[in-house]
């Protein structure tokens, strides 16, 4: 790894067909988050377009625009921009940027955002996804985790979302509360289900040591659930929205049959993708880079005409067959296995944590999702022998 590595040291070879650009800001921090996210009243749209429009001419000088398959604007909370801000952002990503005429283009929205005035911004625009940061339908939930609305709100959101011609829509639910959280996720999972989203992403919450919620653990003002509760929701997650004939095609990810979420899915398939704006990563194929994390210093580094590269991290060949089995193991895509792998994940098949297909892939079932890390380590160990 390499602090304040400069863009010499990241080449594409030939430009990624994905994009991801992070919009920091937020109305406020929720209990949770440790992401590199910037609370303001009001987002300062002017300023960080501009910004992004530096980014792109700094890290891409090259003249002339390249074809992409997906954008994604990731926060933070990109709908704080507003649908003008928006549409700007995207106007000045298109300036280097020629958007697939069938492209996903996803905005990451919280529900008070979602205006029908937003929305009809953001479609003409050529937004034609939006995720919905739901969290929960529980309004004393959503007070515990800090969140700036209440589950009428999520309704509404997705109501105006569809009024104004975009129906491809995701929601985002978060599970495994602390003890003291009264809760019932199975209420959260059929509200959600009620709303006919196309598709549902669910995170189990961890606590990180410098968020308010990583402060209340330290002081015991709040204690983890335990594994039993996180496995106990995992699966009814998983009963629910299969029985509601969604697939589950990724560890926390299920869609409708043909709405999976094309941008994420890339970065599950392991190839190359642009990441713009403060703390945003990226990955060329050998390496992968971020940008320095906070706003303030992100925006003056490019106010200057300077890159703002925060660090860069070559993958050796041991790395690259971590990642590749991880990656392969998180999808119902699966992993091919030969020789001691397939021996060592037969033994998986009989404890019900997965199954081996005709051609020798091994795709894990949601028992074995639970267990995800540790079988990932095991056959990298397996594979590195071999």
Same mark, same amino acid.
């Given at each position: ?13 030939? %430009? ?11 109305? +406020? ?21 501009? $910004?992004?429009? +530096? ?47 069938? $492209? ?16 009809? $911004? ?49 929601? !985002? ?30 995170? @189990? ?7 308010? =919620? ?17 496995? +106990?929701?995992?699966?009814?997650? %998983? ?22 979420? +094309? ?15 403060? #703390?945003?990563?990226?990955? *060329? ?7 320095? !994390?906070?706003?303030? *210093?992100?925006?003056?580094?490019? $106010? ?5 590269? @925060? ?21 119902? !895509? #699966? ?24 051609? *020798?892939?091994?795709? =894990? ?12 380590? *095991? ?8």
């Amino acid at each position: 790894m390499t602090p304040n590595a400069t863009r010499r040291e990241v080449c594409f070879r030939v %430009h990624p067909r994905h994009v991801y650009v992070h919009v920091p800001f937020c109305a +406020r921090r929720c209990v949770y988050c440790d992401f590199a996210i910037a609370v303001r009243r009001s987002a300062p749209v002017v300023e960080y377009v501009s $910004a992004i429009g +530096r980014e792109l001419s700094v890290r891409f000088p090259a003249d002339g625009a390249w074809l992409v398959d997906t954008v994604y604007l990731g926060g933070g909370t990109p709908s704080r921009l507003g649908g003008a801000g928006v549409a700007q952002l995207l106007a000045v990503l298109r300036t280097r940027l020629s958007i697939n005429a069938g $492209a996903e283009v996803t905005v990451e929205a919280n529900p008070e955002d979602v205006t029908r005035e937003a929305v009809h $911004a953001w479609r003409a625009a050529g937004v034609n996804r939006l995720s919905i940061g739901a969290q929960s339908f529980d309004d004393d939930v959503l007070r515990w985790m800090h969140r700036t609305h209440d589950a009428g709100a999520i309704r509404a959101a997705v109501e105006r979302a569809r009024a104004g011609g975009i129906d491809d829509i995701s929601l !985002d639910l978060i599970f495994a509360l602390p003890n003291e959280v009264t809760r019932r996720w199975p209420a959260d999972v059929a509200a959600a289900l009620a709303l006919q989203p196309t598709h549902l992403s669910i995170y @189990g919450l961890t606590t990180e040591p410098a968020t308010p =919620l990583g402060r209340w653990r330290d002081r015991g003002l709040v204690t983890e659930a335990p594994d039993e509760c996180y496995e +106990r929701e995992f699966l009814h997650a %998983h009963e629910a929205l299969s029985a509601a004939a969604f697939e589950h095609y990724e560890v926390s990810n299920f869609a409708r049959p043909g709405r999976r979420a +094309r941008h994420n899915s890339a970065y599950w398939s392991g190839v190359a993708y642009a990441g713009l704006g403060p #703390g945003a990563h990226e990955f *060329d194929g050998s390496a992968r880079r971020w940008n320095v !994390d906070g706003y303030v *210093d992100w925006e003056r580094r490019l $106010a200057r005409s300077a890159d703002p590269t @925060g660090g860069l991290e070559e993958l050796d060949d041991e790395s690259r067959a971590a990642e590749q089995v991880y990656l392969g193991l998180r999808t119902t !895509d #699966g992993l091919r296995l030969s020789g001691a792998e397939l021996v060592r994940a037969r033994r998986w098949v009989a404890e019900g944590w997965g199954s081996i297909t005709d051609k *020798d892939r091994l795709v =894990l079932t949601a028992l074995g999702w639970l267990r995800l890390d540790s079988l990932a380590g *095991d056959l990298t160990v397996v594979r590195s022998r071999s």
